[in-house]
């Protein structure tokens, strides 16, 4: 299957900072690329879906000023936290799909884990 | 509303017995339907998907799924279960193209020895 990357794995910041995490699509072209969040023992839940060179659209009930997406090429779209708070503690996953593999399937990245202290 | 239901939040199989995972869907038009695992901490691995055709499908690592339209429902199955096997499995129904994807609840594996 295609190759998601997503970076960093893990990260911890102090409350009032901002985070950035990455989504790189290793084999393919992502043309869309998803961001979901995922509390413990639960299900994921889409925040955006972000298109190459345009702006993300994003879910009801997500803050865009506060989880900025950035989907700048092809193959790397970026989320950030902006002034985080602990519970914004989540793991992050995205995921992609494009042209050049399937269109009608997503690709899903490792997952960022992140704790706000 | 499109909508995606695993009842079984929790299953316990034995090593080498199958197993038979549930999910039925909600959607207006032809669905796209996919199951993923997720290991702990992980993110997610696409273990097959059904768009049309054949209506049981293979994946990888021996599972295969079983799209029945008249009872909305794409279940998954293997016959003989790993303790490897543990892990989270999500059912979804998806627009097609790169479309959005709803997600059902996940299902907890356990595999006792």
């Known amino acids: 299957g295609a190759v998601v990357s997503q970076h960093p794995s893990r990260v911890i910041c102090k409350s009032g900072t901002s985070v950035k995490i990455e989504c790189r699509s290793l084999d393919f072209q992502a043309t869309t690329m998803f961001w979901y969040r995922q509390f413990p023992k639960q299900s994921l839940m889409l925040m955006a879906t972000s298109n190459e060179g345009s702006k993300a659209t994003y879910e009801q009930g997500v803050e865009k000023d506060k989880f900025l997406i950035n989907h700048a090429s092809l193959t790397l779209s970026t989320l950030t936290v902006t002034s985080a708070h602990p519970e914004d503690s989540s793991f992050y996953i995205c995921?992609?799909?494009?042209?050049?593999?399937?269109?009608?399937?997503?690709?899903f990245g490792p997952g960022t884990r992140l704790t706000v202290l | 509303a499109q909508s995606v239901t695993q009842p079984d939040i929790h299953i316990t199989v034995s090593e080498g017995a199958s197993l038979e995972l549930r999910c039925n869907y909600s959607?207006?038009?032809?669905?796209?339907l996919f199951w993923y695992v997720q290991s702990p901490g992980q993110g997610l691995q696409l273990l097959l998907k059904?768009?049309?055709?054949?209506?049981l499908v293979q994946g990888i690592k021996g599972f295969e799924a079983e799209f029945k339209r008249s009872q909305s429902s794409f279940n998954l199955r293997k016959p003989s279960v790993h303790w490897s096997d543990a892990a989270e499995y999500f059912c979804?129904?998806?627009?097609?193209?790169?479309?959005?994807?709803?997600f059902g609840q996940g299902t907890e594996l356990s595999v006792k020895p």
């Open positions: 959607y207006g038009a032809t669905p796209y």
């Open positions: 059904y768009f049309s055709g054949d209506t």
């Open positions: 995921s992609a799909s494009g042209t050049t593999r399937s269109s009608d399937t997503q690709y």
């Open positions: 979804a129904v998806g627009a097609g193209q790169g479309g959005k994807l709803i």
